[in-house]
């Protein structure tokens, strides 16, 4: 464990000191967590919101744990509450979030004929794939996951500021 000087909002706040672990120990354990759980993690955070924000993974460095939170936009937390978080994966929610429940995402475009089928269709999506809906958009879940790695470059430009706190 080492000590981090971490400041508050304003001079008048000061800064607190608190303890982290050593930044090899920290970089072993996200070097040995699997991308894709992680980014699955993050994914069902994210589809339980409709309004505009940011679901996220993150490591904590003052003792290793793997949370999953989100955060409104516009919203931030104290750096006393918030330090330690090392980010894994985000997602946006609200605008701009990923949305399964399309065409695009749930048809198989190189199928001529589930495509004419789909045009001709005058329900929903979920209605015209039944009983196949929910495990296409797992599909697509898994699939995104599989592709889905670390940004280590964000990762240690966290790991810097963190490490150099101290």
């Known amino acids: 464990m080492i000590k981090v000087q ?11 000191e608190f303890e982290i672990l050593d930044r090899e120990a920290l970089e072993n354990m996200i070097d040995d967590l699997d991308p894709a759980d992680i980014y699955r993690r993050t994914f069902r955070m994210a589809d339980g919101y409709s309004h505009s924000g940011t679901a996220y993974t993150y490591i904590d460095a003052r003792d290793g744990s793997i949370h999953t939170c989100w955060i409104g936009s516009n919203s931030f937390n104290h750096p ?5 978080e ?14 399964l429940d ?10 001529p004929d589930e495509m004419k089928r789909w045009w001709e269709f005058e329900g929903s999506l979920e209605e015209f ?11 697509v879940i898994e699939w995104d996951a599989s592709e889905y790695s670390f ?4 990762i240690c ?7 150099d706190a101290r």
């Open 129 to 139: 794939l039944g009983e196949e809906y929910e495990e296409r958009k797992e599909n």
């Open 157 to 163: 430009l966290q790991l810097d500021e963190l490490y």
């Open 151 to 154: 940004n280590w470059e964000h």
């Open 6 to 16: 971490i400041s508050g909002y304003s001079r008048s706040e000061g800064t607190r």
């Open 102 to 111: 399309t065409v695009e995402c749930l048809l198989d475009a190189g199928d």
């Open 80 to 84: 006393w509450d918030s330090f330690y």
């Open 86 to 99: 090392i980010w894994l994966c985000h997602l946006t929610t609200g605008t701009g979030a990923i949305d």
